[in-house]
């Protein structure tokens, strides 16, 4: 009988190496690939896109937000991969009391790799886990480099990240969107809310907005939208604003997806700092 606490104090345990697993977390899924356990994983939310051979080959059993527990209930897990933000804290509970649930609670780049590590020991490939811990801290190290050769002592780039649409809301300090802006050097500007808040265009204003990312997930965010804001933010003296549209599973995956992360971040900074 092997014991493991998840990252929110919750204790599992299992009596052998899980081979029925099912995965509630689009980013936790393509995790569980990278680790090679395609005989293991037996069911991914329709959410799960990543990788596409698993999103049409594997039982969907629902949303991240809105379960088919009876399809879980057919499928017989040995092991179920949660998260506490995306998922739904009720039905997570109601699956706790049949099944071994693993809950994640991912908030910045260390509880990343926490959480990679975790799950490579419950599945027993903590070597492959640790290689790509290895690659994702390697590569955010040369990041932080580049970020000091470009910056310096001047101040990044005030930043807000839109991930709605009317209303438009953004992200706070306390997200594991924002620790990405940081780590990709821009200044969020809505730093010192919590969560994610309803913002205006006039709370953009005055925060100095330069840069205005929309994401592609999980509003998908289009031209059209940046003509929209482009106007507003011209009418009310932000003309200089740059707005661009972002790859939103850059900055809200956080499983293996991370190793390819800093790359993008480097080509971003090009476009929007250095153009």
């Known amino acids: 009988?092997?014991?493991?606490?998840?990252?929110?104090?919750?204790?599992?345990?299992?009596?052998?190496?899980?081979?029925?697993?099912?995965?509630?977390v689009p980013s936790q899924t393509e995790l569980l690939f990278d680790l090679g356990l395609d005989e293991q994983v037996i069911g991914i939310t329709k959410f799960c896109v990543h990788p596409s051979e698993w999103f049409y080959t594997k039982k969907r059993i629902g949303g991240t937000k809105k379960l088919h527990i009876d399809i879980i209930h057919q499928l017989e897990p040995d092991l179920i991969i949660a998260n506490k933000e995306e998922n739904v804290r009720e039905e997570v509970e109601e699956l706790s009391r049949h099944y071994s649930v693993w809950t994640s609670d991912v908030t910045d780049l260390p509880s990343a790799c926490a959480m990679i590590e975790?799950?490579?020991?419950?599945t027993q490939k903590t070597e492959k886990a640790?290689?790509?811990?290895?690659t994702i801290n390697s590569n955010f190290s040369q990041l932080q480099t580049l970020n000091s050769s470009l910056h310096g002592t001047k101040q990044?780039?005030?930043?807000c990240y839109l991930i709605w649409n009317d209303p438009y809301m953004t992200v706070g300090g306390d997200t594991f969107i924002h620790s990405m802006l940081d780590a990709a050097g821009f200044d969020n500007i809505f730093k010192n809310k919590l969560r994610y808040p309803i913002v205006t265009i006039a709370d953009m204003v005055l925060s100095d907005c330069q840069?205005?990312?929309?994401?592609?997930?999980?509003?998908?965010?289009?031209?059209?939208?940046?003509?929209?804001?482009?106007?507003?933010?011209?009418?009310?003296?932000?003309?200089?604003?740059?707005?661009?549209?972002?790859?939103?599973?850059?900055?809200?995956?956080?499983?293996?997806?991370?190793?390819?992360?800093?790359?993008?971040?480097?080509?971003?900074?090009?476009?929007?700092?250095?153009?």
């Open 1 to 24: 009988m092997r014991a493991f606490t998840d990252q929110t104090g919750h204790n599992i345990f299992l009596e052998n190496l899980p081979k029925r697993i099912i995965s509630l």
């Open 118 to 122: 975790q799950i490579g020991s419950l």
């Open 130 to 134: 640790h290689e790509i811990i290895s």
């Open 156 to 159: 990044k780039p005030k930043t």
């Open 211 to 275: 840069l205005l990312f929309l994401s592609s997930e999980p509003f998908p965010f289009k031209q059209k939208h940046i003509d929209e804001l482009q106007q507003a933010l011209a009418r009310i003296g932000l003309s200089d604003t740059k707005i661009a549209i972002v790859d939103g599973e850059m900055f809200s995956w956080y499983g293996s997806r991370l190793q390819h992360v800093p790359a993008y971040f480097k080509e971003l900074q090009k476009d929007m700092v250095n153009s």
